[in-house]
Each structure stands twice: as C-alpha cells, then as structure tokens.
C-alpha cells in the first residue's frame, strides 16, 4: 500500500504534537512513579490516590490517546509507514499496549482505589496493594523512554521493503 505524503508543513506540524504528547505522557508517567514512591514509603493513601487518580485521568489517558492517534497518522500520512520499519512498528506496539492499559486498567484501578480509601468506611492498604502504584509507571517509563530512544536513533533495519528507494531524513518520526 502506497502512503500518502503530507505537505511538509503539516507534517511537522503533526510531528510536533506526536513529540509533544509522546514526551508529556513520559512526564505525567514519572510524576506517578514519584507518587507511587511515596505511596510505599508510608505517605498518606487520602492524599496520594485521589491525585494518582486525577493525573491518570485528566492528563496520561488523554495525551496517550493523542500520542497513539498522532503516530497512526504519522505513519499512514507519510512515506515511514506502520510496517516498514521496525522502530516504528516496535514504538506502536508501545504505545497501543500502555494505552490500553491506562484506559482499561490503570484508570479504573486508580478510581476503585482512591474510592476505597477516601468513602464512607476507608480501608487501609496493604504494603502489596500499594506496589503497583511503583510498578506500572516505572515499568512504563521505560517503555516510554526505549520508545524515544528509538524515534531519536531510527535504526535503519527494515521489516518489509516500501519500494521505495533513497535515504530517510532526519526529521521523520
């Protein structure tokens, strides 16, 4: 399938929101990690899990959203593609599995936590159910940061031929 190219104009345009939202969603990522440490220090489950909740919500799952709709177009709009480069391809792979999961895993996790810790008979947490609150975003920060890396590096190995011929610049996606 032969993709459509974007006036360059757009393009960066387009690129910029992708950068944009794909590095501010590393940014909320690692301020739920710091609450997330604080949580397994012993800080206050009232005042951490309504604010993981709020961050989750209102700031990671719209600007995933963005991120993942900016790379699709991205990689349909220009001459990169979806499938022809593996950076590319590994990078959506990145972005469509942690948009899942704060959509449908970590959203709801957070809420059903703040709730339980914040309604009418609060429920102390245990140090095992405070762990995940460090886990998941440090787990995908680094997916966030590999997927970065390789939009800064592109390594060149292609997984299928374009068909087109001549070198890619360096302010692609």
């Known amino acids: 399938m032969q993709s ?10 387009l690129l910029t929101v992708h950068v944009g939202a794909g590095v501010s969603v590393l940014g909320a990522d690692l301020v739920l990690l710091a609450l997330g440490m604080a949580s ?5 489950p009232v005042t951490i899990y309504p604010a993981a909740t709020l961050i989750a919500t209102w700031l990671v799952a719209p600007l995933a959203l963005v991120a993942l709709a900016s ?6 709009l220009t001459s990169w593609g979806l499938f022809t480069y593996w950076w590319v391809t590994i990078k959506l792979a990145i972005v469509v599995v942690l948009t899942g999961a704060v959509l449908f895993v970590l959203v709801p996790a957070l809420g059903a936590t703040a709730d339980a810790v914040t309604g009418p008979t609060p429920r102390l947490l245990g140090a095992g159910e405070r762990l995940p609150l460090l ?11 590999v997927a970065l890396a390789l939009a800064v590096f592109k390594p060149g190995w292609r ?3 374009s068909g087109t011929a001549g070198a890619r610049s360096s302010s692609g996606i």
């Open 4 to 13: 459509m190219t974007l006036p360059q104009s757009w393009r960066k345009l």
């Open 40 to 44: 397994v220090g012993g800080a206050d």
């Open 71 to 76: 790379g699709l177009a991205l990689g349909l």
């Open 135 to 145: 886990i998941a975003p440090a787990t995908a920060s680094t997916l966030l940061a």
């Open 159 to 161: 997984l299928r031929s």
